[in-house]
């Protein structure tokens, strides 16, 4: 049986800033953008075949490594997530008082440099990046998805999108 998956993921930025002007007009500034990338079915450019999707727990202070090329992954219908291309990642920190870290470890994070790199999801913040071309990030080689929580109290849960290829 053959995957398909298609997705929209976008970004609707609206915003206005204004200056009270003592004399003449005022001033206005102006940003209406609709950005990010749709993905049809396939293995290629703009292409997706997995999509995985969750709502993760981690413990203040503690972290977790997903892989998401070895199967370890099982999405909302069942089947297990074995990328060999991530081409999309969406994380929302649902946390109201720890920050998540993605990234870290020894070894780089697909779309981070070096293995120490990460990057700070502050409570309540998002993070989405794409790479909607056909290479996307090698999962073979760079399996790994680092995820931790800072220190405090109680528990963090973040929501987690993963959109792939499997080819």
Known sequence: MALTATA??????????????????????????????????????????????????????????????????????????????LKAIYVKNTSTALTLSVGGGTTPVLFLSTGAETINVPPGGELFISAPNAAGWDTVTQVNLKFAASAGSGSLTYNLALYGVDS
Do not use: C, K
């Open 8 to 85: 929209t993921l976008s970004i609707r930025m609206t915003a206005q800033q204004s200056n009270d002007a003592t004399f003449g007009e005022d001033g206005v500034g102006r940003i209406d953008e609709v950005a990010g990338p749709t993905f049809t079915s396939g293995t290629g450019a703009s292409n997706i075949n997995l999509i995985y999707s969750a709502a993760r727990t981690i413990a203040q202070g503690a972290n977790e490594t997903l892989n998401v090329h070895n199967a370890s992954l099982t999405n909302a219908i069942g089947n297990t997530v074995a990328m060999d291309v």
